[in-house]
C-alpha cells in the first residue's frame, strides 16, 4: 500500500514510549507554577516552615541571604543560649580569637625580662577567663608595660632633682663644715657594715646624711677623726694624698669602682675633717 508522506508522519505520532525517541513532556497549561517536589526525608522540615511551594522556599533563602549578606557565608556566629551554655561559648570564644590555657597569650614582656612575672601570668588567666582575645590582650599588656615603664622614668626624674635640691640645702645649711659632716656620716655607714655600693646610694640622701652625721657626733666617732696621727696613723694631708692618688688610679682603670668607694669611705673623714 503507498502511502503519502503526510500520512507516515502522523503514524509515527503514535510510536508507544520505547519505542524510538519518546516525545518531551508538554508543559504544564496557562501560567501553572512547576510542580512542588522534594524528597520524603524533608517533608517534616517543610510541613514545619509552613512551606507550599517553590516561591516560599525562594522568598524564605532570600530573607535568609538579606539578614546574613550573601559574602557573610561561612562566618554566622551562633550565640550562646544563656551563661551556662559551655560549649556555646567556647565556639564563640574560638571564633574571636580567645587561646585555649593562658600561656598562649605570649604576652609581651617587660624591657629585660626573659620570661613572664607572677603578675602577668595571674593577668593572662584573667583574661582568658574572661574571654579576651589574643589580639586585645596582648594590645593591654603592651600598655600597662609602656604604662609602668614611663611612671618610673618619672619617679626616678622626679627623686634625682629632689635628691640635688635637698643635698644642695644641707651643703648650704652645714657651710664650710660640709665635707667633714659628710665623712662623719659615712664614716658611720662603713662601721655599720653597709657596703659601698649602699654607702654611695645613702649619700646621696639629704636626710639620712643628716642622721648618720649625728650619730656619729652622739657615738664619738668625731674623735677618732683628728688632725696628726689619727685614725689608723693617716695624717690629714697623707689622707688628702692618698685620695688624689687613689682617683689619679681610678682614673687609668687600675681600680674598680667599689675599691675606690672603699678608699674614699675610709680616707674622706680624715681629709675633710675640720
Known amino acids: 500500500m503507498n502511502l503519502h508522506k503526510h500520512d507516515r508522519r502522523l503514524m509515527m505520532a503514535d510510536v508507544p514510549p520505547g519505542g524510538g525517541n519518546a516525545p518531551a513532556p508538554a508543559p504544564p497549561p496557562g501560567n501553572a507554577p512547576p510542580a512542588f517536589v522534594y524528597g520524603d526525608s524533608h517533608k517534616d522540615y517543610v510541613s514545619a516552615k509552613g512551606w507550599k511551594g517553590i516561591d516560599d522556599v525562594i522568598t524564605s533563602n532570600k530573607n535568609l541571604e538579606t539578614l546574613l549578606g550573601a559574602d557573610k557565608a561561612g562566618r554566622a556566629v551562633i550565640w550562646p543560649k544563656d551563661d551556662n551554655d559551655v560549649d556555646g561559648w567556647k565556639a564563640i570564644n574560638a571564633k574571636l580569637g580567645v587561646p585555649e590555657k593562658p600561656e598562649d597569650y605570649q604576652l609581651p614582656l617587660y624591657e629585660g625580662a626573659t620570661e613572664p612575672d607572677p603578675f602577668q601570668k595571674a593577668l593572662a588567666v584573667e583574661l582568658q577567663k574572661n574571654g579576651v582575645s589574643k589580639r586585645q590582650a596582648q594590645a593591654l599588656a603592651k600598655f600597662v608595660n609602656d604604662y609602668d615603664k614611663n611612671n618610673l622614668a618619672n619617679a ?9 635640691t635637698e643635698l644642695a640645702a644641707l651643703k648650704s645649711e652645714w657651710g664650710t663644715a660640709h665635707d667633714a659632716n659628710h665623712g662623719l656620716a659615712v664614716t658611720l655607714m662603713g662601721h655599720m657594715g653597709f657596703s659601698p655600693e649602699e654607702i654611695a646610694a645613702m649619700s646621696k640622701n639629704a ?5 648618720f652625721h649625728k650619730g656619729a657626733a652622739a657615738l664619738g666617732t668625731k674623735s677618732a677623726v683628728p688632725g696628726e ?8 694631708a697623707q689622707a688628702i694624698q692618698q685620695l688624689e692618688d687613689a682617683r689619679t688610679r681610678r682614673s687609668k682603670g687600675e681600680l674598680t669602682d667599689q675599691q675606690w668607694y672603699e ?4 680616707l674622706s673623714p680624715i681629709a675633710n675633717a675640720a
Request: aromatic share 0%; net charge positive.
Open 156 to 164: 626616678n626624674t622626679q627623686a634625682e632633682q629632689k635628691s640635688t
Open 207 to 211: 636626710g639620712l646624711l643628716r642622721k
Open 229 to 236: 696621727g689619727g685614725a689608723g696613723g693617716v695624717t690629714k
Open 263 to 266: 678608699i674614699m669611705n675610709r
